[in-house]
């Protein structure tokens, strides 16, 4: 498979009926630790980086602990 002069690659028949590719179908490249590519559909993406930070959010939740009153941390806010 050879990349053309404007950057394009011919992604396989094969390939494409595989992964559920169809003409219109928008997607994204993303490079992994291991130097490989892979190529996502777009929606697929954006779930992935919703479900982590979803995941983030469950774990800092409640954490921020300062051991104040909210009555103490108002009156730091307020000078």
Same mark, same amino acid.
């Given at each position: 498979?050879?990349i053309?002069?404007?950057?394009q690659?011919t992604?396989p =028949?094969?390939i ?8 219109g179908? @928008? ?5 992994g630790?291991?130097?490989?590519v ?5 929606? =697929?993406?954006r779930? @992935?980086?919703? =479900?982590?930070?979803d ?11 300062t051991?104040?009153?909210t009555?103490e941390?108002m009156?730091l806010?307020?000078?």
């Open positions: 498979m050879r053309t002069i404007k950057g690659v992604i =028949q094969t494409r009926d595989a992964a559920g590719f169809h003409p179908t @928008e997607v994204d490249f993303v490079l630790d291991d130097g490989l892979r190529v996502i559909p777009s929606d =697929q993406l779930a @992935e980086r919703t =479900q982590a930070l995941r983030a959010i469950t774990r800092l939740r409640g954490s921020a602990d051991g104040m009153t009555d941390i009156a806010t307020r000078g």
